[in-house]
C-alpha cells in the first residue's frame, strides 16, 4: 500500500516527503463509510410482532455461511474468514465481518474511532440493507419510519455533531419515498441510503418517475446515499472458480457508478443542482473514467442523447457526485492529478474491508506525502460540504 511506488516522478503536486507527517502524529478524518449493527431484536423493539417477524433476520449456520431471510424469502451467503484484532478496550477481539467492540453498542463505539482517528461518519445499516428485498410497500413503509426514529434517538442522538445515520427508505412507491424523506429530515437524519439496484417493480434510477423524490432530496438538503453492494439479493457468488473472490469483490462496486450515472444522464442532478449524491465504499478513481466515457457519449454520439444536458456530464458529475474509498492508493490522484474534488475518506467500521486497527498506518500512507490541502479535502473537506453540522475534530 506505499503510496508513492505508482506515481511517476516529478509530476506537479507530489513531492515526495517534503510535506510528510511525522507517523506518530495523529491524522484525523472523517469517514464516508461506517456501518452500525443492530440489536437482534431490534425489529421487536419497533414493530408490532407480525411485521417484525418478516423484517431482514440473519443466521450462522456454517462456520462460513450465513443464511439471510427477509419476508419469507431466504438466501445463504459467504462469511469473511475470522480475524483477529484488537480492540479500543485492549482485548484481543474475534473480527468476523462485524466485531470491534462498538460496532454494536455506540458508546464503546466513539471510543473506537477516537482511537482510529475518525470522527464525523455516515453510518449505514447493516441488516437494515436487507429491507431492498421486501415486496410489501406497507411493510417497509412502517418499518423506515420506525427505524428511522430509533436511529435518530437511540444511535444518532448520541453524538449528533459525529454520527451522519443513513436513512432506511421506503422505495417501492415514490409517494411513500417523498413522505418517508421529508419525515426523516423532520426527525434530523441527513442522508437516505437507497439501494444501487432498484426495489422490485421499480423503475430504473435515470427514469422520470422518480422526479418527486430528487426533488425532495434537494429541498430538504437530504444527502442520497448509496453503498455498493446492494444491487438486490446475494452478490457475494456472481462468480465461481478460479479468481472468484476477487471478481465478486470488484463486481460489487460497479452498481453504484451505474446509480450515479443514471442519475447525471437521466438529467436529475442537472435538474436539482443542490441535490448531492455519495457513493460509498466504491472507490474514487472511477469518476474521472466514467466521466470521461460519459462526455464522449455526449459529443460523439450527440444525435441520439435525450435529455439534453445543460453543461458536460463530467461536469456535472464531478459537482455533485461524492466517492468514498478506504485503501485504494490510487484514490488521492482523483483530486490532484485529475481534477476530481469530492474524494472521500472512509474507514468501513466496522467491517473487515475497512480500516479498523490500522486506520492511522493507512491514513499516513495515503496522505504523508500529498499536499496539506489534498489531505484536508480528502479527510475533512469534502464531507463536511455535505454535512456542514458536524463538528470539527480536536486540533
Ligand atoms: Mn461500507
Not at 11 to 35: L, Q
Not at 258 to 283: F, N
Not at 315 to 341: C, K, N, T
Request: charged content about 25%; proline content about 7%; aromatic content about 8%.
Amino acid at each position: 500500500m506505499g503510496g508513492t511506488a505508482f506515481r511517476p516522478q516529478g509530476v506537479p503536486g507530489t513531492v515526495t516527503r517534503v510535506y510528510g507527517r511525522f507517523m506518530t502524529e495523529k491524522i484525523w478524518a472523517h469517514s464516508g463509510d461506517s456501518h452500525f449493527l443492530e440489536p437482534d431484536d431490534l425489529w421487536h423493539q419497533i414493530l408490532p410482532k407480525n411485521e417484525a417477524d418478516r423484517m431482514p433476520r440473519t443466521e450462522r449456520i456454517s462456520d462460513h455461511e450465513e443464511r439471510v431471510t427477509v419476508d419469507g424469502k431466504s438466501f445463504t451467503r459467504e462469511l469473511p474468514k475470522i480475524m483477529t484484532a484488537k480492540g479500543a478496550t485492549g482485548e484481543t477481539i474475534e473480527q468476523m465481518s462485524h466485531r470491534p467492540p462498538g460496532a454494536r453498542d455506540v458508546r464503546l463505539r466513539l471510543r473506537d474511532l477516537d482511537e482510529e482517528g475518525i470522527w464525523g461518519e455516515v453510518v449505514y445499516q447493516s441488516i437494515g440493507l436487507w429491507s431492498s428485498l421486501i415486496e410489501d410497500p406497507q411493510l417497509i413503509r412502517e418499518a423506515a419510519r420506525a427505524e428511522n426514529e430509533w436511529l435518530a434517538s437511540e444511535i444518532q442522538g448520541v453524538a449528533p455533531d459525529r454520527l451522519v445515520c443513513a436513512a432506511l427508505m421506503p422505495m417501492l412507491d415514490v409517494g411513500d419515498a417523498v413522505a418517508e424523506l421529508q419525515h426523516a429530515a423532520e426527525v434530523g437524519l441527513h442522508l437516505v441510503s437507497l439501494p444501487t439496484g432498484n426495489p422490485p417493480g421499480t423503475k430504473d434510477w435515470n427514469d422520470d418517475s422518480w422526479e418527486p423524490l430528487w426533488a425532495a432530496a434537494e429541498e430538504a438538503g437530504m444527502v442520497v446515499g448509496f453503498h455498493i453492494g446492494t444491487d438486490g439479493g446475494d452478490q457475494s457468488t456472481i462468480y465461481r472458480g478460479p479468481g472468484g473472490a476477487i471478481l465478486n469483490y470488484v463486481h460489487t462496486c460497479y452498481g453504484g457508478q451505474h446509480a450515479a450515472m443514471k442519475l447525471v444522464t437521466g438529467g436529475a442532478l442537472d435538474r436539482h443542482p443542490g441535490l448531492k449524491v455519495l457513493v460509498s465504499e466504491g472507490g474514487a478513481t472511477w469518476v474521472p473514467f466514467i466521466g470521461d466515457r460519459m462526455n464522449e457519449a455526449y459529443r460523439q454520439h450527440g444525435m441520439f442523447v435525450r435529455p439534453r444536458l445543460s453543461t458536460l456530464p463530467k461536469e456535472i458529475l464531478y459537482r455533485q457526485v461524492y466517492a468514498s474509498f478506504q485503501h485504494d492508493e490510487s484514490a488521492p490522484a482523483a483530486l490532484w492529478a485529475m481534477g476530481y474534488q469530492n474524494v472521500m475518506f472512509g474507514s468501513d467500521y466496522p467491517h473487515l474491508e475497512g480500516t479498523f486497527g490500522h486506520t492511522q498506518k493507512t491514513l499516513h500512507e495515503l496522505f504523508d506525502d500529498v499536499t496539506p490541502a489534498v489531505r484536508q479535502r480528502i479527510t475533512r473537506g469534502a464531507f463536511e460540504e455535505l454535512f456542514p453540522h458536524v463538528s470539527a475534530p480536536p486540533a
